[in-house]
């Protein structure tokens, strides 16, 4: 019915005067002009539809059968590595057949391919869930993440707030009562936060919170059912450039400034960051201009840069004179044992934009990539691991990301935070 309608919608289009209707015993030449244009034009074009999509079924038809040639041959291959290519070229053909419709074998298929290249680049897809209902509001951007066994602590920079939430079981709530970032009370001189970090009961306020840091050294310490604390950090001599990021390791706060070029140390005292800066590099200072992030394990720092580029860094002391040398490998080769991936400066494909260190026991390192959104796991001698990506898409790029004991993932889109727990 539908079909007869817009046929006869299109004829009254092209010949107007068929609308009118002819008079008894009569047939105008308006009418008549009009049929014999629109007459050939509506026959032409229901030809092309019906040719094009007799086409686009046939090329939909070649490129599954193709694909399925593929899946066949990748299924003979001796080896995984050799498998490669057959793999990934079905997935292209499915693709290109995708362009031309679906059905229930070209999706199976799909599924198929997927999965087989998902086990050879290590991908494991997780369902990510988000922690709260509704999110954290239409205003948030969240631009950091903290997390415990029990406690997600949240940096809105959009709001100007931290948010505390805990675990439920099934998901997390938000604490109403917290105090911190843009509460009553809080002191309102502090300049943009630039990361928050865990630290560890006591802390400074007797009980396991969180430390955010500004731009310019500011303070806050905050926990639950605590009222929270402010304080700064003593600048160096020629004071601060620009913080950019913060790790804290065993009661050691790093904090990386690439504008005055130097990583800086503070212990803590009672839980309190009040003490003067320490030098991380003596001598021997790498140019950190483009460093973006950085990370501490053990008696080794690492410092990501904008292009993806890790530095490695020890510091050692001298038994006999006492002295402290840092020595640092610039560009640390990322090692891919994965056939065809030998050699690469990292994942292919992947911007790696944030990290953190992930302790024992099994130490290594986790890599953003953002755009994914996914996470890349790497060990201690950045060797690659895996990488985690969300089942299902979470609707735009990641802005933050932790990790929370003892495996759980966190990544934040939009306004919402998603976790997931990889199967151990």
């Excluded at 009254?12 to 008079?23: D, F, H, T, V």
């Excluded at 049929?35 to 999509?53: G, H, M, R």
């Excluded at 709001?159 to 009370?185: K, P």
């Excluded at 020629?238 to 913060?246: E, L, M, S, Y």
């Amino acid at each position: 019915m539908r079909a007869a309608e817009a046929v006869t919608s299109l004829i009254i289009r092209m010949a107007p005067g068929l609308a009118e209707g002819p008079k008894p015993g009569t047939l105008s030449p308006r009418l008549l002009a009009g049929t014999a244009i629109a007459i050939p034009i509506l026959v032409v074009s229901l030809s092309a539809a019906v040719y094009f999509q007799r086409e686009g079924s046939q090329a939909f038809r070649d490129f599954l059968s193709q694909a399925q040639s593929a899946v066949v041959s990748a299924q003979i291959r001796p080896t995984a590595a050799e498998s490669r290519p057959d793999w990934e070229l079905a997935h292209a053909l499915l693709s290109d057949a995708a362009r031309y419709g679906a059905s229930d074998d070209s999706r199976a298929l799909r599924a198929q391919v997927d999965l087989a290249l998902d086990q050879l680049n290590l991908v494991s897809r997780l369902d990510f869930r988000p922690s709260v209902s509704g999110g954290f509001g239409s205003q948030a951007r969240i631009t950091g993440l903290a997390a415990t066994a029990s406690d997600l602590f949240v940096l809105d920079s959009g709001q100007g707030s931290i948010w505390h939430a805990w675990a439920t079981g099934r998901g997390y709530e938000v604490d109403r009562t917290f105090e911190c970032l843009g509460a009553a009370g809080v002191p309102d001189n502090l300049g943009p936060t630039v990361d928050i970090v865990i630290q560890h009961e006591p802390g400074a306020l007797g009980a396991e919170g969180v430390v955010a840091v500004d731009t310019l050294g500011g303070l806050l310490y905050c926990a639950a059912d605590r009222r929270p604390a402010s304080g700064h950090l003593t600048p160096p001599d020629a004071g601060w450039g620009t913080i950019a990021a913060v790790d804290l390791f065993a009661d050691r706060l790093y904090v990386l400034d690439p504008q005055g070029n130097q990583v800086w140390s503070f212990d803590a005292t009672g839980g309190l960051f009040a003490g003067p800066p320490s030098l991380y590099f003596v001598d021997n200072v790498p140019d950190l201009s483009a460093a973006v992030d950085i990370a501490v394990a053990e008696e080794e720092l690492f410092l990501l840069f904008s292009d993806g580029r890790l530095d490695r860094c020890a510091r050692e002391r001298d038994d006999t004179s006492g002295d402290v040398h840092v020595t640092c490998e610039n560009g640390v080769p990322f090692i891919d044992q994965r056939a065809g991936f030998e050699g690469l400066p990292h994942v292919p494909g992947v911007v790696l934009e944030a990290m953190t260190y992930s302790p024992p026991p099994e130490p290594s390192l986790y890599f953003l990539d953002a755009s994914g959104p996914s996470l890349v796991h790497y060990s201690l001698r950045l060797v690659f691991q895996g990488v985690f990506m969300p089942r299902d898409p979470l609707g735009g790029q990641a802005t933050a990301f932790a990790l929370g004991p003892p495996n759980d993932l966190f990544l934040a889109v939009g306004s919402q935070v998603y976790f997931a727990q990889p199967i151990p």
